[in-house]
């Protein structure tokens, strides 16, 4: 018997549903597989830099220290972005693997905080069953 759960590809907006009110409720969060790209105003409000260290020191510096701990993927020097680490799973840092739910919500950075009116398909959002292929990430075994 077939299953009626729709599976989206978190990489093929073209799979993602348009949002609508409480469509959160019963999502699994995949939206929060994807790259989290973020400003040092973020990473303030999330605890990962002191406020001191933001107003003092380079954006360049911070993200050597922040990538030699772990707490990001890349920096965009020219822009000042930073890219948060995701978990082996693709997973975001800040979601709880049980429930599926943010863990810092009040602290969310904007990125998060904007979706889905601002995304690689504005006004629509992965929601559905995630699809079963492994991240583009993954080692083969």
């Known amino acids: 018997m077939k299953s009626s759960i729709y599976v ?5 907006p073209d799979t993602w549903t348009r949002y609508r009110n409480g469509l959160c409720d019963t999502c699994m969060a995949n939206c929060c597989t994807m790259p989290v790209e973020v400003k ?7 605890g990962l830099v002191d406020p001191f260290e933001a107003e003092h020191e380079a954006p360049k510096q911070i993200a050597k220290r922040l990538s030699k701990a772990g707490l990001i993927d890349h920096f965009n020097f020219k822009h000042e972005i930073f890219t948060l ?5 693709g997973d975001c840092r800040f979601l709880d693997a ?12 904007n990125t998060c ?6 995304s690689p398909r504005p006004g629509h959002c992965p929601y559905g069953a995630r699809s079963t292929r492994p991240p583009a990430t993954a080692p083969d075994n």
Do not use: M
């Open 85 to 89: 680490a995701r978990r082996a799973s």
């Open 8 to 12: 989206v590809d978190v990489d093929r």
């Open 113 to 118: 905080r904007k979706h889905p009116q601002v």
């Open 98 to 109: 049980q429930t599926r739910r943010c863990t810092v919500y009040e602290k969310r950075p």
């Open 40 to 46: 040092l105003g973020d990473l303030v409000r999330l």
